[in-house]
T-cell receptor, first 109, second 114 residues
Framework: SQQGEEDPQALSIQEGENATMNCSYK?????LQWYRQNSGRGLVHLIL?????REKHSGRLRVTLDTSKKSSSLLITASRAADTASYFC?????????FGKGTRLSVIA | SAVISQKPSRDICQRGTSLTIQCQVD?????MFWYRQQPGQSLTLIAT?????????ESGFVIDKFPISRPNLTFSTLTVSNMSPEDSSIYLC???????????FGQGTRLTVV
């Protein structure tokens, strides 16, 4: 299966701290994407990193990709209470996307 | 980007009945998908909605239970038929554009079967 596996399953931090989530996958990919989901609602696309990229930034988000290890990490810097959500990685090798199990992030004010 | 309007947002249904969920996209998308998400779990792909033809179902999902329509590029429906409590879940529609695999999602339908 191509499904990603996020680590940790749950993470609780204080506001202002950084949050790091990891994703591992099993097969070759074209790109890897990160999504956020608030309280069981629709997912929102955060960032996409292509297989030939190693690092990408978007605002307070930093994503890395190591294709040799088949892993990616998402770093959220200076976290806010509003960052509380579930975060999913999704791998793309054509369509459709295959989603990991997610990391539940709680940011405590 | 695309905005996907999904309705209903939630429903409580009696077992044995059927519910149809609708998704309307504000612009054309190439692909549309339907997912199911159990509480606290990941998304499981039900099927790919194909315009003007039968949907492509994933293993474990069948057309009789989850009939899907996609009459045009911007609209799709998923019906959950002959519901049982095991069908209680969040159902999500998703679309991708022509030039990117970035996916857009509806707000989800939280279904409870009693």
């Amino acid at each position: 299966s191509q499904q990603g596996e996020e680590d940790p399953q749950a993470l609780s931090i204080q506001e202002g701290e950084n949050a790091t989530m990891n994703c591992s996958y099993k097969t070759s990919i074209n790109n890897l994407q990160w999504y956020r989901q608030n309280s069981g609602r629709g997912l929102v696309h955060l960032i996409l990193i292509r297989s030939n990229e190693r690092e990408k930034h978007s605002g307070r988000l930093r994503v890395t990709l190591d294709t040799s290890k088949k892993s990616s990490s998402l770093l959220i810097t200076a976290s806010r209470a509003a960052d509380t959500a579930s975060y999913f990685c999704a791998t793309a090798r054509g369509t459709p996307l295959v989603f990991g199990k997610g990391t539940r992030l709680s940011v405590i004010a | 980007s695309a905005v996907i309007s999904q309705k209903p947002s939630r429903d409580i249904c009696q077992r044995g009945t059927s519910l149809t969920i609708q998704c309307q996209v504000d612009s054309q998308v190439t692909m549309m998908f339907w997912y199911r998400q159990q509480p606290g779990q990941s998304l499981t792909l039900i099927a790919t909605a194909n315009q003007g033809s039968e949907a492509t179902y994933e293993s474990g999902f069948v057309i009789d239970k989850f009939p899907i329509s996609r009459p045009n590029l911007t609209f799709s429906t998923l019906t959950v038929s002959n519901m049982s409590p095991e069908d209680s879940s969040i159902y999500l529609c998703s679309g991708t554009g022509q030039r990117s695999t970035e996916a857009f999602f509806g707000q989800g339908t939280r279904l409870t079967v009693v």
